[in-house]
């Protein structure tokens, strides 16, 4: 798992090679800085620190440099980005890479050199005599969603450096308001982290009043107060909405999609699938399935169909009509109270 990867990297157990896959950049970016910060130092960063794009360099260029000396140091850091090579995608590559130079390299890697492979992609194609020899001779860190716990656990973590403890509930409440973006969490921790310094613990009312909502969190309360008929609540939600110059169309499909993501998972927990199964057939994180879930609860079989119906009847008319586009959704928000 990456967090104990970073905690071996904390502790100073490098490796020579790691490789960095998935999708999940803000991962793949804190292990790189990580690994750089903790074996260079400032100055050490100007001369023994390279990165190669090796969609633009032969990999036995930055070989090379890997089996150079160090300047002025004991080791030097080596990021190679977008190793195509590693995938099945079937584009003409600009470069020829020497592979049979990079096998020999990780049966035998430089001792005073860490190379750091970078490879933003969902999958590696496992069937590439070089991907099966990487993978026996990198640490591999695996840059996927975080599921809920581990989610938890890297917040708590990150709240840990900078001195603070979270509440339960004023955990609970961050991730419902932020979602689980790791760039725009870690923000959000840090600026609560500012504001308990003293304080050293941060509570719910903290996170209620700190927290900046994405507008993807905005149309979740505003489905929230749905849920609980309370449409006064979401106009005033959806008001807000439009003072900050967010367009009704966009409002109007991230409604449309969170009632359909509803929808599908009260029918597949119907059909006995649990959360993970969920999120992984509607290829969604899930901490979005668990809040879609108990939403779920609250809607009959007949009334998730007419809302869905809805909702389409107005992306329809908003598309096609003459209507004003806000009061669509003002006169759609009337109507599904019951």
Known sequence: MVLDIWKKIKQREIAPIYLLYGTEAFLINETKQLLLNQVLDEEEKDFNFTAYDLEETPIET????????????????IFLH????????????????????????????????IVVISAPYEKLDERKKITKELKRAAVIVEAKKLNEYELKNWVKERAKVNGIIFDADALELLIALVGTNMFMITGEVDKLALYASEAKQINASMVEKLVSRSLEQNIFTLIEKVVQRKPEDALRIYYDLLKQNEEPIKILALLAGQF????????????????????????????????AAGQANQFT?????NLITMLANADLQMKTGGMNKSLLIELLLFKIKR
């Open 62 to 77: 930055a070989l090379e440099d890997a089996e150079t000396f160090p300047f002025l140091g004991e080791k030097k850091v």
């Open 82 to 113: 977008n190793p195509k090579f590693l995938t099945a995608e079937k584009t003409k590559e600009k470069i020829d890479h020497n592979l049979a130079r990079f096998e020999a390299y990780l049966k035998e890697p430089a001792p005073y050199t």
């Open 260 to 291: 359909r993501l509803i929808y599908q998972v009260k029918e597949l927990s119907r059909r006995g699938y649990g959360q993970q199964q969920m999120a992984g057939f509607l290829k969604t994180h899930p901490f979005r399935v668990k809040l």
């Open 301 to 305: 079989d007949e009334e998730l169909t």
